[in-house]
């Protein structure tokens, strides 16, 4: 199984706060990552995160990190429906490679 | 921004046929690119990291002789699968890499469906 472990679902009332949560393992990840990917489409990096800090906001998203607990989470504001796809936590590993989370599967219902 | 682009998108083929599938960084030269292999609703697995002029670099567990990776140029990594069987079939995602940023932050392309019949 995958080290960077994820909830697989999250249903989610429209308007409302969506927050996915993401274990990771590296505590000497650098940097840790959100990618969304919607269906039969790539991955589009939503936001990272680089280790020093505790928490990014970008627009309608908000990063927050503790790295003793190797805790990261994603929490989006004012959820639309353009928001319903998979989002995959990654951590960044020696030479550049990504490790990634199970993904967790964002429904937003009217 | 960065645009990484696959082809053929999607590609039906016979059990025992050779498929290519192409990686292309349209705007930038990408040094290193990933193969990722993703089953449905699972998550990207990496199958190898290929650096342009060099030998793919294959995580364990991944056939080098039936996925055949080549990194000829900066713009350009290909992925082909040979004598394929209906277990290949998957959604492969390439990455680029190179262009600096956040951990050298990977573009990634639109992923190619492979269906093995």
């Known amino acids: 199984g995958e080290d960077v472990e994820q909830s697989l679902f999250l249903s989610v009332r429209e308007g409302d706060s969506s927050v996915i949560n993401c274990t990771y393992t590296?505590?000497?990840?650098?940097?840790l990552y959100w990618y969304k990917q919607e269906p039969g489409a790539g991955l589009q990096l939503l936001t990272y995160?680089?280790?020093?800090?505790d928490m990014k906001q970008d627009q309608r998203l908000t990063v927050l990190l503790n790295k003793k607990d190797k805790h990261l989470s994603l929490r989006i504001a004012d959820t639309q429906t353009g928001d319903s796809a998979i989002y995959f936590c990654?951590?960044?590993?020696?030479?550049?490679?990504?490790?990634f989370g199970a993904g967790t599967t964002v429904t937003v219902r009217a | 921004g960065a645009v990484v682009s696959q082809h053929p998108s999607w590609v039906i083929c016979k059990s025992g046929t050779s498929v290519k599938i192409e990686c292309r960084s349209l705007?930038?030269?990408?040094?290193?690119m990933f193969w990722y292999r993703q089953f449905p609703k699972q998550s990207l697995m990496l199958m190898a990291t290929?650096?342009?002029?060099?030998?793919?670099?294959?995580e364990q567990g991944v056939e080098k002789d039936k996925f055949l990776i080549n990194h000829a140029s900066l713009t350009l990594s290909t992925l082909t699968v040979t004598s394929a069987h209906p277990e290949d079939s998957s959604f492969y995602i390439c990455?680029?890499?190179?262009?600096?940023?956040?951990?050298?932050?990977?573009?990634f392309g639109p992923g190619t469906r492979l269906t093995v019949l």
């Open positions: 290929s650096n342009e002029g060099s030998k793919a670099t294959y």
């Open positions: 705007d930038f030269q990408a040094t290193t």
């Open positions: 990654a951590e960044i590993l020696g030479d550049y490679k990504l490790s």
């Open positions: 995160i680089f280790s020093n800090m």
């Open positions: 990455s680029a890499g190179g262009r600096g940023g956040p951990g050298d932050e990977q573009f």
């Open positions: 590296d505590s000497s990840s650098t940097y």
